[in-house]
């Protein structure tokens, strides 16, 4: 690669014809991903309601990442500056110790059906476990196309609540092996098909019939060993560093508050291939902060330590992912589609660890630059584009006007735009 442009120097149809040249995808692919050939309004019509026009947002490519022995580029969609840079700084560090170990478990959804009007719940459970094979038949009878293709209802779970402001409730869980796809329809549609016989069971009356978002039989986890020698930055020693993300992870973990923060950049970079991809964001990012509470207080999702043989640095993250690769938007919108198949992943399974190993680069990236130099230096750097941008500038006067905010370490609206105004020649002091 020596003499080469790296991937952030190259034209935007340099990276384009690179993704090409590297992946699978198709020049059709890269027209959807670009824009060119990507959703229309016909199709927008049919995907929301009162559609007036499509809404855009950038789409960068994460790079340099290594999750289970292969090379991944990872497609983000999202607005704020910084991000893609920092996934691809934090898996450029993690490729000195063979970069991520990712993982997931098989992909079983919750549905929920609550069961209210019964006067002995002990008595309705044990017609419920006696009716549970029939329950599951119907429940399967509701999605041929999930058994052809090896998934389809595993178990029937009860949930008992003694005491509610509207009485005793039963919660009845149905757990599904959806494969590939998000779930939410299969689970709904299972849960309308099993509704009467539950209600015939039990003598109840059956009301909610949804799925759970709080996805905890469907969690992925990621990993990474540091050597201290890959953590060196500038002035700082590769030991210093390395001590000072055990004292930010030590502060998430002790403090709610910072807890949240951290989880948040987490977030920042799930979000954005969840976007990029056509998956349900609001559907994980509920079930990611539920999960970061499970015990009572907010806890983080990625942890930070020492290995006492080696002295590297190992990061480990956990959290509910339901994500397809198929089905839904990410079969409806071209982009979201392109954006999947430039991932190569095989599976739903394989697309959830990837997406855990991208949180666990970006908290890396974070928790580094939170440590050393702090974040808003290289933010900011980033975020002077867009303020130049906000300002009227365009083109090589933006980046002209970027570079001197950088320079100055004076990066405001309120220069962006004097700046702007002086290099047009309408600025007077």
Known sequence: MDGQKKFYQMTIN??????????????????????TAGLDEDT??????????????????????????????????IEESSVVAAASNGAKIAQSGGGFHAEADEPQMIGQMQILGLSDLQQAEEKLQRGKETLLSLAGESCPNLLKRGGGPVEIEIRKIPETRVGPMMILHLIMDVRDVMGANLIDTALEAIAPEAERITGGTVRLRILSNLADRRLARASCSIPESALRFKDFSGDEVLERILDAAAFSEADPYRAVTHNKGIMNGIDAVLLATGNDWRAVESGAH?????????????????????????????????????????????GAAAAIKLIGAESAREFAGIIAAVGLAQNLAAMKALSTEGIQRGHMSLHAKQLAVSAGAQG??????????????HVSASYAAELAAEEKGTFHA
Not at 300 to 313: C, E, F, I, Q
Not at 396 to 409: G, K, P, Q, S, W
């Open 290 to 334: 539920a999960w970061a509470a499970r015990s009572g207080v907010i806890r983080p999702l990625s942890h930070w330590r020492k290995d006492p043989g080696t002295g590297n640095l190992l990061g480990t993250i956990e959290l509910p992912l339901a994500v397809g690769t198929r089905g839904g938007a990410t079969k409806v919108h071209p």
């Open 44 to 77: 927008a019509g049919r995907m929301i309601e009162n559609v007036i026009g499509l809404y855009s947002l950038p789409i960068g490519i994460a790079r340099n990442f290594i999750i289970n022995g292969r090379p991944v580029s990872v497609p983000m969609v």
């Open 14 to 35: 340099e990276r384009r014809d690179l993704l090409q040249e590297e992946s699978c995808i198709t020049e059709n692919d890269i027209c959807a991903l670009s824009g």
């Open 396 to 409: 090589e006067l933006a980046d002209r006007i970027a570079a001197r905010m950088v320079r100055e370490n």
